[in-house]
């Protein structure tokens, strides 16, 4: 319990909320400034909280409070906020709640403003739940989503919508993928129990499973050399569905930090060339591969050019598309803050260029798997069906029954078997 904790809390929800940084890029350096471990896994239980709840606390906030601090006051906010999250969604006594986030206000430069921290909150303890209840009078607040999402989620999925909403606000398990390299998903899922780790398997994947209760993964049987991976069940099927074949030429079209290429090599003994624009992304992948024991071809390039391109065709590609990530929201509470609803449209375009542009390093009788994390129609089957009018020699290869070329793909719902959400579609190349 520390005050110092607090104020890196509130540095990260600025970060993300006000710089548009990524939580995964804004926490571990806040992280740095902790030493503690136990004030480092706090710290990160309070952002992620926070952030899940985000819309919620700024709604009861402004009950609170005639306006929103802003300028140099506006990371004190964000402390509030944090405030708020503790005090509501903590097992933190509230003494300590409050405390603690108003000794954080003069580590943050705002000493002056301590008497308004502890104001508001106290007043918010001395309202208890009614302030929320209040809060939630408006319905888009109770759903902790922006609106311009749920308008979007309302018009695809007019009868699943809340059930999307409420999987996005749920916590994911942790899944793991068996090195079938290594051994058998069995073999595996044994030394686990003789380690009293409780896992369940997924009969519809052939080496995922997820753990009972979530747990330190560097800490699990054979991690270091390689055994198992973290990867959620939903993207375990890009390499399944892919079907990799000893001896072919793969492209993974944008790779980093490398999951799927690692299941590929799991899969096959075949030539996988890994690209990613971003150069920091593929160091991950490089690192991911060396702790399995694989080898691929990793490139920094543009999936949009062909720049990079030797000129020999691929068997197969795999184009794990840059996306809204609005699948994996449960996973990463700051994507629905941190994505606009124009920013569809952007990346929808940068899609199609990519597919375009994929499709001419493809073999002829070659298949391209597309894929996506995320669940709105017009990065998928939408993205997907503009492609098969324009493409003459594309066909669709259904994966699941009831697919068309004016609705292809598999739409994978956050939520469905524990899974993240995700959307698959296969094109094969006329030979
Ligand atoms: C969904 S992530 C890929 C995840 C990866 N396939 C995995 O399983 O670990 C999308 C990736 O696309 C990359 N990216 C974005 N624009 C790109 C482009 N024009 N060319 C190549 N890669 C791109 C991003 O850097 C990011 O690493």
Redesign the pocket.
């Known amino acids: 319990m520390s005050a110092k904790l607090r104020a890196q809390g509130a540095k990260v929800l600025s970060a993300v909320l006000d710089e548009g940084r990524s939580l995964s890029e804004a926490l571990p350096q806040a992280q740095q400034a902790l030493s503690n471990p136990k004030d480092k896994a706090l710290l990160q239980a309070l952002c992620f909280g926070a952030l899940r709840q985000y819309r919620l606390l700024d709604a009861a906030l402004k009950l609170l409070m005639q306006k929103p601090l802003k300028g140099k006051t506006r990371v004190l906010q964000h402390l509030l906020a944090l405030g708020l999250y503790q005090l509501y969604f903590s097992r933190i006594p509230a003494h300590a709640a409050v405390g603690e986030t108003v000794a954080a206000a003069p580590l943050l430069g705002q000493a002056k403003l301590k008497g308004l921290v502890n104001g508001v909150l106290r007043n918010a303890e001395r309202q208890g739940t009614e302030l929320l209840d209040k809060a939630c009078k408006n319905q888009a607040v109770a759903t902790l989503h922006p609106d311009w999402l749920i308008e979007r989620l309302k018009k695809a999925y007019p009868q699943q919508w809340r059930a999307v909403l409420e999987a996005n606000n749920q916590q994911a398990p942790l899944w793991l993928r068996n090195n079938s390299r290594q051994q058998s998903r069995p073999d595996y899922l044994a030394k686990l129990s003789n380690s009293a780790i409780e896992a369940v398997s997924e009969d519809s994947l052939t080496n995922g499973f997820y753990l009972a209760e979530a747990q330190d993964v560097t800490a699990l049987p054979g991690f270091a050399d390689g055994s198992v991976s973290v990867q959620d069940g939903a993207?375990q099927f890009?390499a399944e569905l892919l079907a990799p074949q000893d001896g072919e030429r793969i492209l993974?079209?944008?790779?980093?930090?490398?999951?799927?290429?690692a299941h590929i090599l799991e899969l096959a003994d075949a030539e996988v060339l890994a690209?990613?624009?971003?150069e920091s992304?593929l160091q991950r992948v490089t690192e991911n591969l060396s702790r399995l024991k694989l080898q691929a071809d990793v490139v920094a390039?543009?999936?949009?050019s062909r720049d990079w391109w030797d000129g020999k065709a691929f068997d197969r590609i795999?184009l794990?598309?840059?996306?809204s990530?609005t699948g994996v929201i449960r996973r990463h509470p700051d994507i629905r803050w941190l994505r606009r609803d124009q920013d569809i449209n952007e990346l929808s375009k940068?899609q199609a260029r990519?597919l375009d542009n994929c499709w001419a390093m493809l073999k002829p009788g070659g298949t391209l798997l597309y894929a996506?994390?995320s669940v709105l129609p017009q990065e998928n089957k939408e993205q997907i069906s503009a492609f098969l009018a324009r493409t003459k020699d594309a066909e669709l290869r259904p994966i699941v029954a009831g697919e068309s070329e004016q609705q292809p793909g598999w739409q994978l719902l956050p939520g469905d078997n524990k899974m993240d959400g995700f959307f698959y579609a296969r094109v094969l190349k006329k030979p």
């Open positions: 993207a890009a993974d079209a944008c790779a980093a930090p490398g999951g799927k290429t690209l990613d624009v971003s992304r390039g543009d999936a949009a795999l794990d598309a840059p996306c990530a940068l990519i996506t994390c």
